[in-house]
């Protein structure tokens, strides 16, 4: 048996419909004449088309001023529905995918995957690229689509206040894609110390197979490059020196991440991943488990630290969970409230020129904190800073 044509819904007043009886008496049977406000009548492309043309036609020659606006309402909003039967709107909304082309840029051979998803916020697709392409989601991240950045405005506080951002946790893909369905590039960086540039392609809508199961991961080549690495050059470099066992480094990165398959890269495995973090997103918004349901509260236990660098010129990474050890120890009240912590690190451009190393680091709670001034865990911060660290305990406070 064939299946049935698509039909698109359109909102129609009681006088609305009314009108719409009189033109096209074959559809009365389904416009619920008899009830009052505003109903949904779905209709398809063949019947929308008809209407619109019908009541286009009455609208000139309506006996009266009322029926002549209802006409040209009906006329109206078939056009508009119609609109939407066209490009993305072709698909209704419970079968339609999004399929984005995600590549790592500045890097050869590609890096690449090609995903499918419901739509969804642009967080959310921040979190299909990082299981697809196999991050870990332990830094910052930003889109760039038509010249507009989009964030999380609780990890960029700074940036939000200076209004360079939009929210990417209230912007849908329908926001943002074309609804004509054509192809859009737009840029999406990880990172913002390594700065992992991708490119990224909306390649269009496609229908939901009946049955199947979202988001997948289609396809993809080569493994994805490891955390904090250094960028693109410092991962060719992390390349070269595994490869060569004679490299002057090799034993140093073995040593730090084991053996590394720069060819290796498994689509199941990625659906697999990306499925567990939507599964674990849809447990959590059922059970009150996840904090961002339960609008929790953020404490900026870092607010914000540079200028303190190794001879590498990173930030040392034991010396940012010293001050968090610190700073919980200070306060075991929260600590047992603390769902999560969240370390951010980005690169600031210092008035002379040249960047220094910055980082965040915040905890989540589900609840209120009050009576926290961060003002007084300032000593913690200073001693870190200094050159006189001592044994590295901070004095205590009176």
Not at 216 to 221: D, M, N, S, W
Not at 319 to 327: A, L, V
Request: glycine residues 8%; contains cysteine; aromatic residues 8%.
């Amino acid at each position: 048996m064939p299946d049935s044509p698509p039909h698109y819904p359109v909102r129609l007043t009681q006088a609305q419909r009314k009108a719409l009886a009189e033109i096209a008496p074959e559809l009365a049977d389904r416009l619920n004449l008899d009830e009052p406000d505003q109903r949904t009548m779905p209709f398809t492309v063949a019947e929308l088309k008809v209407i619109r043309k019908q009541a286009a036609a009455s609208a000139c020659h309506a006996s009266t001023g009322m029926k002549r606006n209802s006409f040209r309402h009906v006329a109206d909003l078939t056009t508009q529905a119609l609109d939407r039967s066209q490009g993305i709107g072709a698909i209704q909304v419970t079968e339609r995918l999004y399929q984005f082309k995600i590549t790592l840029k500045d890097i050869a051979p590609a890096i690449w995957r090609r995903i499918q998803v419901k739509d969804c916020t642009l967080k959310k697709l921040h979190e299909h690229i990082q299981t697809a392409m196999g991050w870990t989601n332990s830094h910052l991240y930003g889109f760039k689509i038509n010249d507009q950045e989009y964030g999380d405005p609780h990890l960029l506080d700074d940036e939000f206040a200076n209004g360079e951002f939009e929210d990417s946790t209230g912007t849908k893909l329908t926001d943002i894609l074309p609804r004509s369905g054509k192809r859009l590039r737009f840029e999406y960086e990880y990172d913002f110390g390594d700065s992992w540039h991708h490119e990224v392609v909306f390649e269009g809508c496609l229908r939901a197979e009946r049955g199947g199961r979202y988001p997948v991961c289609v396809e993809g080549k080569r493994a994805c490059p490891l955390e904090d690495v250094g960028g693109t050059s410092g991962y060719e470099e992390y390349l070269e020196a595994m490869a060569d066992p004679d490299h002057e480094r090799h034993d140093e990165f073995m040593g730090w991440r084991g053996p590394f398959d720069p060819e290796a890269f498994d689509p199941a495995k990625a659906t697999k991943a990306m499925r567990r973090v939507k599964q674990r997103t849809t447990n959590s918004a059922t059970t009150g488990d996840d904090s961002t349901q339960m609008n929790p509260k953020r404490i900026t236990i870092i607010p914000c630290i540079h200028g303190k660098l190794t001879r590498d010129g990173k930030i040392s990474e034991p010396d940012i969970y010293w001050i968090m050890e610190k700073w919980l120890e200070r306060h075991p009240d929260i600590k047992t409230r603390t769902q999560d912590i969240l370390v951010s690190r980005g690169t600031m451009t210092l008035p002379h020129g040249g960047k220094t190393d910055l980082i965040r680091a915040t905890i989540i709670v589900g609840e209120d904190i009050e009576g926290y001034d961060p003002a007084q865990d300032l000593d913690l911060y200073e001693y870190f800073l200094s050159d006189d660290q001592g044994d590295r305990e901070p004095p205590q406070r009176s």
